[in-house]
């Protein structure tokens, strides 16, 4: 059965850094889209960092670019986002999420309508 868990929420300070991770279950990795998504109370899902289709560098949403790294380990079906330097801003519920294909553009990474898998999230609190 499929199923995406993510791990490594928690509280931390304003600057300090934290390490999500998501293990996906039940089937390989391999050449599907993955993506992270946050979502705060009172909005939808915000795109935060996906990988593209091409060869080119990851996408990132401005508010995080320089200060979150997306990878991905299709060999052990996990994806993760490193996040350093965070602010209360980044507060919220992070989600790991598949698609069947790759976006094709960066527009797409904050769609999340494209992305069809998902886990139960993760909350991510940082106090200033």
């Known amino acids: 059965q499929l199923q995406l868990v993510e791990s490594g929420g928690g509280l931390v300070q304003f600057g300090g850094s934290l390490n999500l991770s998501c293990a996906v279950s039940g089937f390989t990795l391999d050449y599907y889209g993955v993506a992270w998504f946050r979502q705060v109370p009172g909005s939808g899902r915000e795109g935060i960092s996906c990988f593209l289709d091409s060869d080119t560098d990851p996408w990132y949403a401005t508010s995080v670019k320089d200060r979150f790294t997306i990878g991905r380990d299709d060999r052990r079906s996990t994806i993760s986002l490193q996040m350093t330097n965070l602010k209360p801003e980044d507060t919220g519920v992070y989600y790991c999420?598949?698609?069947?294909?790759?976006?094709?553009?960066?527009?797409?990474?904050?769609?999340?309508?494209?992305?069809?898998?998902w886990g139960q999230g993760t909350q991510v609190t940082v106090s200033s």
């Open positions: 999420a598949i698609s069947s294909r790759p976006p094709t553009n960066s527009d797409m990474c904050n769609m999340p309508g494209w992305f069809g898998r």
